[in-house]
T-cell receptor, first 115, second 114 residues
Framework: SAVISQKPSRDICQRGTSLTIQCQVDSQVTMMFWYRQQPGQSLTLIAT?????????ESGFVIDKFPISRPNLTFSTLTVSNMSPEDSSIYLCSVTDSATNEKLFFGSGTQLSVL | AQSVTQPDIHITVSEGASLELRCNYSYGATPYLFWYVQSPGQGLQLLLK??????LVQGIKGFEAEFKRSQSSFNLRKPSVHWSDAAEYFC????????????FGSGTQLTVLP
């Protein structure tokens, strides 16, 4: 299984600012994903981070709000831009197992609070 | 569209008691089913998965789950709960070869009483 390091683990930010979350994997993986987990809710997929090309966003999420980078097969960043209190959530990076692309492994998440 | 229902938002059991967490799914083809556990301040850890074959699957930490196609269910069980099992549990359903298409349930929060 992949070991995923995500940072920061938590942050408190002011409205209108941006935060970049980093995700580092200990092995090369094909697929990387970013999820949002709003308070008391389940996980919602934000986007698939594609290496060498633009991320694929799910319905309701746009690149201007959540720009994503993936410069190589072990690293990705998610930026939460122009934050508002509604962006307060846990943001989770995840990757699939390289053999089947079916199982998801998750980082420990970033707890974001926006004041 | 695929969906997952976890009807129990919160369950409380005593340590040593048995546990069953319910999961019902809706999926148009043969489902891939997963149970994940999330401890406070942590990401999600895969407990077990069902792809095909034996409908009773064993996972880590003494958990098992049974796939019942006729009931569209994939309930998670443990014969004797430990205090360290207190966490949130998520059921998920997806299709073959595409983790991107996983749909997660809303979760069940488990409290374990001493």
């Amino acid at each position: 299984s992949a070991v995923i390091s995500q940072k920061p683990s938590r942050d408190i930010c002011q409205r209108g600012t941006s935060l970049t979350i980093q995700c580092q994997v200990d092995s090369q993986v094909t697929m990387m994903f970013w999820y949002r987990q709003q308070p008391g809710q389940s996980l919602t997929l934000i986007a698939t981070a594609n290496q060498g090309s633009e991320a694929t966003y799910e319905s309701g999420f746009v690149i201007d709000k959540f720009p994503i980078s993936r410069p190589n097969l072990t690293f990705s960043t998610l930026t939460v831009s122009n934050m508002s209190p509604e962006d307060s959530s846990i943001y989770l990076c995840s990757v699939t197992d390289s053999a089947t692309n079916e199982k998801l492994f998750f980082g420990s998440g970033t707890q974001l609070s926006v004041l | 569209a695929q969906s997952v229902t976890q009807p129990d938002i919160h369950i409380t059991v005593s340590e040593g008691a048995s546990l069953e967490l319910r999961c019902n799914y809706s999926y148009g083809a043969t489902p891939y089913l997963f149970w994940y556990v999330q401890s406070p301040g942590q990401g999600l850890q895969l407990l077990l998965k069902y792809f095909s074959g034996d409908t009773l699957v064993q996972g880590i930490k003494g958990f098992e789950a049974e796939f019942k196609r006729s009931q569209s269910s994939f309930n998670l069980r443990k014969p004797s709960v430990h205090w360290s099992d207190a966490a949130e549990y998520f059921c998920a359903v997806g299709g073959a070869g595409s983790a991107r298409q996983l749909t997660f349930g809303s979760g069940t929060q488990l409290t374990v009483l001493p």
